[in-house]
């Protein structure tokens, strides 16, 4: 037997979840509770949330994680720990306001000033320049004068004036011309733009926070969290002391969540160091203070201007993953834990400055286990590529084609994560996601890659907490609880069914981050659209690992790209005005991949100037094939770089490829009302199993043979999804024939409607089970049509009578909203968490009387109507009905 599937059967899979625990400051009882309820939902980690905690690092602190970690190490759990005093990571729990202000954020800022048809001299005054410019608007607003004191001074450029704001490049240096406050000069006729550029610690974001491109800045963090835990734990460290999680640490040379932060094309300060300065000045020569202006002003010929941005970009870039993300990462393996966690990926903000971390791969760096965050109404059934409408508008092409891949392709591709990505999840959704809608989300992330499981949240404060619900507890009020168990419980199969293996994808999309920072471009995520849209899966890769093939164990083979151990057959390069030269001499060398670039071809290099190095360059990619956007799923297929291949086309079904000891595939259906059935065709494979991981059930498919591929037909509705084993050899075991409810209803003689005359009772989840007065319903309706306020578990009973013992039985229901549990005769049938809501249940029945009962488990979203309107509201949502109504049939012969 596979040793994966004999690991199913015998429940003997990791943990592979590590949910958030908020820390209050609660009582010992309550916390020791909490981890309880943690551990009886099948989990054996916990990753403790800090945020709310009123002494984070100080004694109250000590004493509350001293009984997690006591806790945890009783029960065999693992403990990670959030690595600040709140969110964002980057605070260093207070350090730098009170021991190193001289650490604090650094920036580079200007100020300009026109000079338009001056005949003579002028003189500009400098030292009110080195500032910020205020207005009336700015009257009682806190400014560090005394700080901007301090300000230096960096350049003094002058710029013609062109079209709509632009410079032409002769820029003239008038630096040295500064005499004290004044600068005096004369210039050449026509409009001018003076440029002055200084550096500062006042202009930007959170003084509070440390400064990701400066080495001793980011050490504050080691010092004032790293440090503290382990002199405490290290004799856990490595043990139940897992590691160190990073909460969307990010430049943070803006505030706010604008999403906009992108270099060139937002007004803003840049972030700033002595070590920044050393290495730009190095790159850009003598006259790199110049060039300056580039930084916020385009230029007419847009030469030097894309070489600085790119400069300057790649240069912060590399600095945040060399003195944070890198810093942070060694020591923790120094100290035998790891680092994860995640940076703000939302509508491309992982290649943009602000809350943003500049390039997503350079970020996670360092980190033991790629990352991203799922949170907040990003990924929704039934809504894939529509936009979101929240506190922000959302990206949906992005969320949903492309911030899965984008992790797990960095969990694939990067030795140290030992292809491992984690995924914050579910958490700020509000009270109406339940396990339903959880289930599509975490099929929705592993069929993508994702593999490590942190929940959001487990909170201790008495119910209801407004912080961004859902809670899995909530206290003993979440009516779905039990479901939730039963949820990840799937989840840690799910998950351990895709660790340890390799993923196979034939398509390689280059990562668009550099091409964001210099000039026009297409986004990742519309040939990620295309490519899951036709079930052409792809990885997302970097340019960095093109240029240092070895470090990610990769190299060119066989007229394929290998990269730790994941085999591609083509790569796939989004339009970019500008490539870099390191990307053309890729092209060159890669004589025999197959390169397609979409939409168009460079126009040229983003760090090069002469144009005669730029044209030699560009020869490199005449070669590569030019295809249109639409065009791109079929032009792959007519090359044969597919790996599946469906008999009716159908948008909505997603698939993931593994291979451990066998081929493993995960198809999944997005769409949110059609059912996906039909053929799909393999690579191989004589002998193929599907295993429903919510029921821990494996039934044997068919595998019919056609010109050498390998085809089995699905049946998937909505919310469904399945795994397929396949085999070249017999894969063991005795299975059943896989046959899907169609077939199964279709092969029923009778279809009994039961949906009249059932019982109803009602108890809050924190009362279960001394439910209240029995109704009656006449006919099925929403519980919520006549108890609008109620949430809790609903209790349906009836008897039906049969005139003999059925030979198979399928009970089938409409609606229900949204967990249930079924008993038959006081027999426990199972549990249902999503649609379909149908259950095999002929071994139940018997001859004469049948009493058939069921549990309906709301969410708490109508439980709102019932508490005080909560201090912010995210976004309005549509409400669902509680119960089960519509048509319920037994089928049966």
Same mark, same amino acid.
């Given at each position: 037997?596979?040793?994966?599937?004999?690991?199913?059967v015998?429940?003997?899979?990791?943990?592979?979840? #590590?949910?958030?625990?908020?820390?209050?400051?609660?009582?010992?009882?309550?916390?020791?509770?909490?981890?309880?309820?943690? /551990?009886e939902?099948?989990?054996?980690?916990?990753?403790?949330?800090?945020?709310?905690?009123?002494?984070?690092?100080?004694?109250?602190?000590?004493?509350?994680?001293?009984?997690?970690?006591?806790?945890?190490?009783?029960?065999?759990?693992?403990?990670?720990?959030?690595?600040?005093?709140?969110?964002?990571?980057?605070?260093? &729990?207070g350090?730098?306001?009170?021991?190193?202000?001289?650490?604090?954020?650094?920036?580079?800022?200007?100020?300009?000033?026109?000079?338009?048809?001056?005949?003579?001299?002028?003189?500009?005054?400098?030292?009110?320049?080195? !500032?910020?410019?205020?207005?009336?608007?700015?009257?009682?607003?806190?400014?560090?004068?005394?700080?901007?004191?301090?300000?230096?001074?960096?350049?003094?450029?002058?710029?013609?004036?062109?079209?709509?704001?632009m410079?032409?490049?002769?820029?003239?240096?008038?630096?040295?011309?500064?005499?004290?406050?004044?600068?005096?000069?004369?210039?050449?006729?026509?409009?001018?733009?003076?440029?002055?550029?200084?550096?500062?610690?006042?202009?930007?974001?959170n003084?509070?926070?440390?400064?990701?491109?400066?080495?001793d800045?980011?050490?504050?963090?080691?010092?004032?969290v790293?440090?503290?835990?382990?002199e405490?734990?290290?004799?856990?460290?490595?043990?139940?002391?897992?590691g160190?999680?990073?909460?969307?640490?990010?430049?943070?040379?803006? &505030?706010?969540?604008?999403?906009?932060?992108?270099?060139?094309?937002?007004?803003?300060? #840049?972030?700033?160091?002595?070590?920044a300065?050393?290495?730009?000045?190095?790159?850009?020569?003598?006259?790199?203070?110049?060039?300056?202006?580039?930084?916020?002003?385009?230029?007419?010929?847009?030469?030097?201007?894309?070489?600085?941005?790119?400069?300057?970009?790649?240069?912060?870039?590399?600095?945040y993953? !060399?003195?944070?993300?890198?810093?942070?990462?060694?020591?923790?393996?120094?100290?035998?834990?790891?680092?994860?966690?995640?940076?703000?990926?939302?509508?491309?903000?992982?290649?943009?400055l602000?809350?943003?971390?500049?390039?997503?791969?350079?970020?996670?760096?360092?980190?033991?286990?790629?990352g991203?965050?799922?949170i907040?109404?990003?990924?929704?059934?039934?809504g894939?590529?529509?936009?979101?409408?929240?506190?922000?508008?959302?990206d949906?092409?992005f969320?949903?084609?492309t911030?899965?891949?984008?992790?797990s392709?960095?969990?694939?591709?990067?030795?140290?994560?030992?292809?491992?990505?984690?995924?914050?999840?579910?958490?700020?959704?509000?009270?109406?996601?339940?396990?339903?809608?959880?289930?599509?989300?975490?099929?929705?992330?592993?069929?993508?890659?994702?593999?490590?499981?942190?929940?959001?949240?487990?909170?201790?404060?008495?119910?209801?907490?407004?912080?961004?619900?859902?809670? @899995? /507890?909530?206290?003993?009020?979440?009516?779905?609880?039990?479901?939730?168990?039963?949820?990840?419980?799937y989840a840690?199969?799910?998950?351990?069914? @895709?660790?340890?293996?390799?993923h196979?994808?034939?398509?390689?999309?280059?990562?668009?981050?550099? $091409?964001?920072?210099?000039?026009?471009?297409?986004?990742?995520?519309?040939?990620?659209?295309?490519?899951?849209?036709?079930?052409?899966? @792809?990885?997302?890769?970097?340019?960095?690992?093109?240029? &240092?093939?070895?470090a /990610?164990?990769?190299?060119?083979?066989?007229n394929?790209?290998?990269?730790?151990?994941?085999e591609?057959k083509?790569?796939?390069?989004?339009?970019?005005?500008?490539?870099?030269?390191?990307?053309?001499?890729?092209?060159?060398?890669?004589?025999?991949?197959?390169?397609?670039?979409?939409?168009?071809k460079?126009?040229?290099?983003?760090?090069v100037?002469?144009?005669?190095?730029?044209?030699?360059?560009?020869?490199a990619?005449?070669?590569?094939?030019?295809? $249109?956007?639409s065009?791109?799923?079929?032009?792959?297929?007519?090359?044969?770089?597919?790996d599946?291949?469906?008999?009716?086309?159908?948008?909505?079904?997603?698939?993931y490829?593994?291979?451990?000891?066998?081929?493993?595939y995960?198809?999944?259906?997005?769409s949110?009302?059609?059912?996906?059935?039909?053929?799909?065709? #393999?690579?191989?494979?004589? @002998?193929a199993?599907?295993?429903n991981?919510?029921?821990?059930?494996?039934?044997?498919?068919t595998?019919?043979?056609?010109?050498?591929?390998?085809?089995?037909?699905?049946?998937?509705?909505?919310?469904?999804?399945?795994?397929?084993?396949?085999?070249?050899?017999?894969?063991?075991?005795?299975?059943?024939?896989?046959?899907?409810?169609?077939?199964?209803?279709?092969?029923?003689?009778?279809a009994?409607?039961?949906?009249?005359?059932?019982?109803? $009772?009602?108890?809050?989840?924190?009362?279960?089970?001394?439910?209240?007065?029995?109704?009656?319903?006449?006919?099925?309706?929403?519980?919520s049509?006549?108890?609008?306020?109620?949430?809790g578990?609903?209790?349906?009973?009836?008897?039906?009578?049969?005139?003999?013992?059925?030979?198979q039985?399928?009970?089938?229901?409409?609606?229900i909203?949204?967990?249930?549990?079924?008993w038959?005769?006081?027999?426990?049938?199972?549990?249902?968490?999503?649609?379909?809501?149908?259950?095999?249940?002929?071994?139940y029945?018997?001859?004469?009387? &049948?009493?058939?009962?069921?549990?309906?488990?709301?969410?708490l979203?109508?439980?709102?109507?019932?508490?005080?309107?909560?201090?912010?509201?995210?976004?309005?949502?549509p409400?669902?009905?509680t119960?089960?109504?519509?048509?319920?049939? #037994?089928?049966? $012969?």
């Amino acid at each position: 037997m596979d040793k994966t599937i004999k690991e199913l059967v015998n429940h003997q899979t990791e943990n592979y979840i #590590l949910p958030f625990l908020w820390m209050r400051g609660e009582e010992e009882l309550v916390i020791r509770e909490e981890i309880a309820r943690i /551990y009886e939902c099948g989990i054996r980690g916990i990753c403790v949330e800090a945020r709310p905690h009123p002494d984070f690092a100080g004694p109250g602190w000590w004493h509350d994680l001293d009984i997690v970690i006591e806790e945890a190490k009783q029960r065999g759990m693992r403990v990670w720990v959030l690595d600040d005093a709140h969110f964002p990571t980057g605070y260093a &729990n207070g350090l730098i306001e009170k021991k190193y202000p001289n650490r604090k954020k650094t920036y580079l800022n200007y100020n300009t000033v026109d000079v338009l048809g001056a005949q003579n001299e002028v003189t500009i005054h400098i030292s009110p320049m080195l !500032k910020p410019k205020t207005s009336w608007l700015d009257i009682g607003k806190r400014i560090d004068k005394e700080e901007q004191k301090n300000n230096k001074l960096m350049s003094v450029v002058a710029g013609k004036l062109v079209t709509d704001g632009m410079i032409n490049e002769e820029l003239i240096d008038l630096t040295d011309r500064v005499e004290g406050d004044f600068l005096t000069c004369t210039l050449p006729e026509g409009p001018w733009r003076v440029y002055v550029v200084y550096e500062t610690k006042t202009d930007g974001g959170n003084p509070k926070y440390i400064n990701m491109i400066d080495e001793d800045s980011v050490s504050t963090q080691l010092e004032a969290v790293y440090q503290p835990h382990f002199e405490r734990y290290k004799d856990e460290f490595g043990k139940t002391f897992a590691g160190f999680f990073s909460d969307e640490p990010a430049f943070g040379n803006v &505030n706010g969540f604008d999403f906009n932060e992108s270099i060139g094309r937002k007004d803003m300060p #840049l972030p700033w160091s002595e070590e920044a300065k050393a290495l730009l000045s190095e790159a850009l020569g003598d006259q790199w203070r110049v060039f300056l202006p580039y930084l916020w002003n385009s230029s007419e010929e847009m030469n030097h201007c894309v070489h600085t941005r790119y400069t300057y970009m790649d240069i912060v870039t590399r600095l945040y993953e !060399k003195n944070f993300s890198n810093q942070l990462g060694k020591w923790c393996e120094t100290h035998n834990v790891e680092y994860i966690g995640h940076v703000i990926e939302d509508n491309d903000q992982h290649s943009k400055l602000g809350s943003g971390a500049g390039h997503f791969f350079r970020a996670l760096s360092g980190q033991h286990m790629s990352g991203i965050d799922v949170i907040g109404g990003q990924v929704i059934f039934g809504g894939a590529g529509l936009e979101r409408r929240g506190i922000f508008k959302g990206d949906g092409e992005f969320y949903h084609y492309t911030l899965g891949k984008l992790g797990s392709s960095y969990g694939h591709l990067d030795p140290k994560k030992k292809g491992r990505t984690m995924c914050e999840l579910f958490g700020a959704y509000g009270w109406k996601l339940g396990v339903r809608d959880m289930k599509y989300i975490l099929d929705h992330l592993v069929v993508r890659g994702i593999n490590h499981l942190v929940p959001h949240a487990f909170s201790m404060r008495e119910y209801p907490d407004f912080d961004c619900p859902p809670h @899995f /507890y909530a206290r003993g009020h979440n009516p779905q609880f039990k479901h939730f168990a039963h949820l990840m419980h799937y989840a840690n199969r799910l998950c351990h069914i @895709f660790n340890g293996g390799r993923h196979i994808a034939p398509v390689a999309v280059l990562y668009h981050g550099e $091409s964001e920072w210099t000039g026009e471009y297409l986004k990742m995520q519309k040939p990620a659209r295309a490519l899951s849209e036709n079930q052409i899966d @792809f990885d997302f890769i970097s340019l960095d690992m093109l240029n &240092n093939l070895e470090a /990610y164990n990769g190299k060119l083979e066989n007229n394929h790209l290998i990269i730790n151990d994941e085999e591609f057959k083509c790569l796939v390069i989004p339009y970019s005005q500008y490539i870099t030269k390191e990307l053309a001499a890729f092209i060159k060398d890669a004589d025999g991949l197959q390169i397609i670039f979409v939409d168009g071809k460079p126009e040229g290099i983003s760090n090069v100037v002469d144009k005669q190095e730029v044209s030699e360059l560009l020869k490199a990619i005449k070669r590569c094939k030019v295809v $249109s956007i639409s065009e791109l799923a079929s032009e792959l297929r007519a090359n044969g770089i597919y790996d599946v291949k469906l008999t009716n086309a159908f948008k909505d079904l997603t698939y993931y490829h593994y291979e451990k000891e066998n081929h493993i595939y995960m198809f999944q259906n997005e769409s949110g009302h059609e059912t996906f059935r039909g053929d799909i065709e #393999l690579s191989g494979g004589e @002998f193929a199993i599907v295993y429903n991981g919510l029921e821990n059930k494996f039934e044997k498919v068919t595998v019919r043979k056609e010109n050498g591929k390998s085809i089995i037909s699905l049946e998937l509705k909505p919310y469904e999804s399945c795994v397929l084993f396949v085999s070249d050899e017999t894969l063991g075991g005795e299975y059943e024939k896989y046959r899907p409810y169609s077939l199964k209803l279709n092969e029923c003689d009778e279809a009994r409607d039961i949906s009249k005359d059932w019982n109803y $009772s009602l108890v809050k989840n924190i009362e279960y089970p001394n439910f209240g007065d029995v109704h009656q319903l006449k006919e099925l309706v929403p519980i919520s049509q006549e108890h609008p306020a109620f949430t809790g578990i609903i209790k349906y009973e009836k008897e039906i009578e049969l005139k003999e013992v059925p030979n198979q039985g399928i009970l089938s229901f409409e609606y229900i909203y949204e967990a249930v549990e079924l008993w038959i005769n006081d027999e426990y049938v199972g549990m249902k968490v999503c649609p379909p809501y149908v259950y095999d249940v002929a071994n139940y029945l018997r001859k004469g009387t &049948n009493t058939i009962r069921v549990e309906v488990a709301t969410t708490l979203d109508r439980d709102r109507f019932n508490h005080p309107e909560p201090p912010f509201i995210v976004w309005h949502d549509p409400i669902d009905p509680t119960g089960m109504f519509g048509k319920i049939t #037994l089928s049966y $012969s």
